[in-house]
């Protein structure tokens, strides 16, 4: 599976932007995908994530009700929309898949792909 993300950009504190995450290759039902956002010095975090085939989702607590996670099966491809950012959510935003295990959704080495970043800058 290889994952190219996009949508990344420069946004003022309050826009919106949504990133996409194009997926090559078979993503089965069971399996979750998932959104983690890095930045300088520190380690990669969980952001959301989502079972492909059910669309159960989950977030970690501080980004709920500001960011969604979505997936369109028949393009094979997930999406994450970002509203009301802020300064703090400047990171590089990574895609990932195939977790298999729900309980693990946000433990990074469950993922077995990862998509190469792009960048978020949120300007005050």
């Known amino acids: 599976v290889q994952l190219q993300a996009s949508g990344g950009g420069l946004v003022q504190a309050g826009g919106s932007l949504r990133l996409s995450c194009a997926a090559s290759?078979?993503?089965?039902?069971?399996?979750?995908m998932a959104w983690f956002r890095q930045t300088p010095g520190k380690e990669r975090a969980f952001v959301a994530g989502i079972t492909w085939g059910g669309g159960s989702t989950t977030y970690t607590d501080s980004l709920k009700g500001r960011f969604t996670i979505s997936r369109d099966t028949g393009k094979n491809t997930l999406y994450l929309q970002m509203n009301s950012l802020q300064p703090e959510d400047t990171a590089v935003y990574y895609c990932?898949?195939?977790?298999?295990?729900?309980?693990?959704?946000?433990?990074?080495?469950?993922?077995?792909?990862w998509g190469q970043g792009t960048q978020v800058t949120v300007s005050s």
């Open positions: 990932a898949a195939s977790a298999n295990t729900w309980s693990l959704i946000q433990v990074r080495s469950e993922y077995r792909y």
């Open positions: 290759g078979r993503i089965f039902g069971s399996q979750a």
